[in-house]
């Protein structure tokens, strides 16, 4: 073997690897913001776990976004539901290459004019190819009650669709005797769902404030056990459900951390950001994660957080701080999935450790021990200045399949938001 040959084989390899890393950097823009009613916000994305390549995103109001090459580009739609399609997107995959579009509700096409909005949650089915969406099914309608905040997840254990949500006795209603509560649905299909059963004891009221039982994010263990946090009066709730015998179901939920996680707080530019915390398993450890940001120390230094339990959810660690900086800046909006084939946990979320005023990166960490330690990573190429003129939504999301992760994330410049992802490829 030549010297020249060595050399030249060491030059390509790190080449190679300058080459990865630069990737690993790229920003996708998904969608600019054009004249519309509602600009793009509140992002949601997930990736086939049979093909990495075909990806889904959604945006508010009712942006819908597919790609089939890893998320190097993207072709934009708009949903339509003769229910109304209201926001609060959330995208997730099954393992027979559909994509399931959940949202809220507003069939009269009023919006807030009409009472009837938010009277159910509405779930969208794609086909196979990706080329057309169901027209929804309804989830939860009761009456006058307003069904809002929802998240869903695959149970690949029993073959199905499992949906969270809070529900309002009237949502915005300040007396006292309007309440929330945490509701799940299931459906095998994505078309019927069983009646929803209530799996929270605990209360809330109607305000849409930290005094709301809000942020019902579920995950499957290796059991098909149904796993939920939620927030409510600065404390994070969880709960367990075989969900088996709904008709006998009874709500005994648990507090996991007492205090300290209102969901509801301001961010300099933003206006109210929320806390709300995230819930996922990790199939391979068994470990559960929580995950959520709050101000436990001081409206000036805004962290991001996470908990694990690694025995079902009896007992939990004490709180890991997620982002690695020094005490006194802001990083919020985070959201939190696990590989599930290698077990790492990633996060992404808004930080401002590089900036003094309101100047917005994002950021990944990445654990690779269980939630042990933290790499931080910013992942965006360049920064950018929140208004709070323009509304940007409550939450961005992540997914990551077999090392293709994929966060996405709400940018503003001058006034205008875009969608973005990063190419990221462990």
Not at 44 to 71: C, E, F, Q
């Amino acid at each position: 073997m030549s010297k020249n040959w060595h050399t030249g084989f060491i030059t390509a390899m790190v080449l190679m690897a300058i080459s990865t890393s630069l990737l690993a950097q790229k920003n996708i823009l998904i969608h600019q913001e054009a004249d519309q009613a509602y600009a793009p916000c509140e992002p949601s994305i997930a990736i086939d776990p049979k093909n990495t390549d075909r990806m889904v995103a959604g945006s508010v109001l009712n942006n819908v976004y597919h790609s089939k090459d890893g998320g190097l580009s993207w072709e934009k739609d708009e949903f339509t539901s003769s229910l109304g399609v209201y926001g609060d997107p959330c995208i997730i995959a099954d393992d027979k290459h559909r994509f399931y579009y959940f949202h809220l509700s507003n069939p009269s096409g009023e919006g807030w004019a009409n009472d009837d909005i938010l009277d159910r949650i509405v779930c969208q089915r794609s086909s196979k190819n990706l080329k057309k969406w169901s027209d929804g099914s309804g989830i939860g309608l009761n009456a006058s009650k307003d069904q809002d905040k929802e998240w869903a997840a695959w149970d690949p254990i029993n073959k199905r669709l499992v949906v969270t949500w809070t529900q309002f006795d009237k949502y915005g209603d300040t007396n006292p005797s309007c309440r929330s509560n945490i509701l799940l649905s299931t459906s095998k299909n994505g078309k019927t769902w069983t009646q929803p059963i209530t799996i929270s004891s605990t209360s809330g009221d109607c305000i849409d404030e930290s005094e709301t039982a809000e942020g019902a994010v579920p995950a499957i263990d290796n059991e098909g056990n149904i796993l939920v946090s939620w927030s409510l009066n600065g404390k994070l709730f969880f709960n367990k459900i075989r969900f088996e015998n709904p008709t006998s179901y009874e709500a005994k939920e648990c507090i996991i951390v007492d205090q300290g996680a209102d969901w509801a707080f301001d961010i300099p530019g933003i206006g109210r950001a929320n806390g709300m915390p995230i819930t996922a398993y990790d199939k391979n450890s068994g470990n559960i994660y929580v995950n959520w940001a709050d101000q436990r120390n001081g409206a000036n230094d805004t962290d991001i957080w996470m908990i694990k339990s690694t025995d079902g959810g009896t007992t939990w660690s004490e709180r890991i701080r997620v982002n690695d900086d020094a005490p006194g800046k802001h990083q919020f909006f985070t959201w939190m999935t696990v590989d599930q084939s290698s077990g790492y946990i990633y996060c992404v979320f808004y930080d401002r450790r590089n900036h003094t005023g309101t100047k917005t990166d994002v950021y990944l960490a990445i654990s690779k021990d269980g939630g042990l330690t933290f790499e931080n990573r910013k992942i965006s190429e360049s920064s950018f200045d929140p208004s709070k003129d323009v509304f940007f939504g409550d939450y961005n999301n992540i997914s990551a399949v077999n090392g293709v992760v994929r966060p996405i994330w709400t940018r503003n410049d001058n006034g205008k938001l875009s969608i973005w992802t990063a190419i990221v490829n462990e």
